[in-house]
């Protein structure tokens, strides 16, 4: 399930399994995170934090 979290300034988008942040955005809708093109590698690489 995909959880959506926003504000004026930013959007997060979370993936509830394995609580992986998939989207990340600002105000102008810039993207920030990977978003597994295929065109160059359709994969991710999630990042864990202790």
């Known amino acids: 399930m995909l959880i959506t979290i926003k504000d004026?300034?930013?959007t997060a988008v979370i993936d509830s399994t394995g609580a992986q942040l998939i989207s990340l955005k600002d105000a102008s809708c810039r993207e920030y995170i990977w978003q597994r093109?295929?065109?160059y590698w359709k994969k991710?690489?999630?990042s864990c934090f202790p």
């Open 8 to 10: 004026s300034k930013t």
């Open 37 to 39: 093109d295929p065109d």
């Open 44 to 46: 991710c690489s999630p």
